[in-house]
């Protein structure tokens, strides 16, 4: 975090009046609601919320300790917000869901079907629920209640939606039988999903694709959140990099073999050769069999195609025979085999 005294604009040792003085000013002129064309004014809002906080707290020594007491009226900071700041955030909830790549489908791209659950606004009773009826008795018909809440910035007043009338200032009768009353219905959704070549980000999100929200008089889709998952029966890639676990027998790690394993290119397989008295655990490094991205997360362009990376790893037999105990054993006694 920055400095806080930067953030309010003002010197370290200021006194506690000069701290709280420059809070109000700030957070007004920062506030959201204030602000409905800049997209980062609620971070900045945030952003002095913590930098008073942090002073608050202490963290800084050349300011004196003190508590929030009532002479900060939390109240004189919010009191513009409208039925507009309300549903400043106030949409639907994100569906999320997981999709699984292998790294084939990542380096050239691929399309996926994917399957998810969201809930529709009900188009028989617009997302209301029912029947418009008289003015709401909760609200009386303002769509909005006020509450009281004591947080560690003192008492502060709040303004939210009607739980009676869901914002729409009106009495809600003859509850839809589409929805039972809530206004949503459950709706199994699918999606075709495009993964340009080299995507090397971890999500892909579609606006307005998530479930839907009554917020006052009007109504807002979330949107769907698709996490993108490397998932490869073979290899699991580190950077360029491709890694491979080869398994062998005792048998082959002591006097050697020459195995076959897989690569990227389709119907394409390795050979490669297993010196005697291999040690388990053994990395093998093949140069130039890994991948090429040419754009990593980091914005650094790569012009080199990765290594495949394959571990040795020696497997031990579980259910012997007598006859292969019986030359475990003569194994075992021979003097070349003792540790």
């Known amino acids: 975090m920055k400095n806080p005294f930067e ?3 003002i010197k370290e040792g200021a006194s506690k009046d000069e701290v709280k003085k420059a809070y109000r000013k700030k957070a007004l002129e920062a506030h959201p609601d204030k602000n409905p064309n800049d997209k980062k004014a609620a971070d900045k809002f945030r ?3 913590e930098a008073y906080e942090s002073i608050k707290n202490g963290n800084y020594k050349k300011v004196e300790e003190f508590t929030w007491g009532p002479d900060i009226d939390i109240d004189e900071v919010f009191n513009f917000a409208s039925k507009k700041f309300s549903g400043f955030f106030a949409k639907g909830k994100n569906v999320e869901i997981d999709m699984n790549i292998n790294i084939n489908e990542l380096i050239y791209g691929c399309i996926k079907e994917v399957y998810f659950q969201r809930q529709l606004k009900c188009f028989k009773c617009n997302g209301i629920g029912g029947e418009i009826g ?5 609200c009386k018909g303002h769509g909005k209640l006020r509450t009281n809440s004591n947080t560690p910035f003192g008492w502060l007043n709040n303004v939210v939606t009607c739980h009676a009338c869901k914002g729409i200032g009106n009495e809600i009768i003859n509850h839809c039988n589409d929805c039972n009353g809530i206004g949503v219905i459950q709706e199994n959704d ?3 999903v495009r993964v340009p070549a080299q995507y090397i980000f971890k999500t892909k999100k579609y606006t307005g694709l998530g479930s839907w929200l009554r917020t006052g008089q009007n109504g807002a889709y979330g949107d769907l959140i698709i996490n993108i998952i490397e998932k490869d029966e073979n290899f699991v890639r580190a950077g360029n990099n491709l890694c491979y676990e080869l398994y062998i027998s005792i048998a082959e790690a002591a006097l050697g073999t020459k195995v076959i394993i897989p690569t990227l290119e389709k119907d394409t397989s390795l050979e490669i050769i297993i010196n005697p008295g291999i040690q388990h655990g053994k990395i093998l490094r093949i140069e130039g069999k890994g991948v090429l991205l040419s ?3 980091n914005n650094i362009i790569s012009i080199r195609r990765g290594d495949l990376i394959v571990t040795v790893n020696i497997t031990i037999p579980v259910n ?4 292969e105990r019986e030359l475990m054993q003569t194994i075992k006694a021979n003097e070349y085999f003792l540790t």
């Open 7 to 9: 953030i309010l604009g």
């Open 47 to 49: 952003e002095i919320n």
């Open 134 to 138: 008289g003015i709401c008795i909760v």
């Open 190 to 192: 699918k999606l075709l």
């Open 295 to 297: 754009m990593k997360p």
């Open 320 to 323: 012997m025979t007598a006859k």
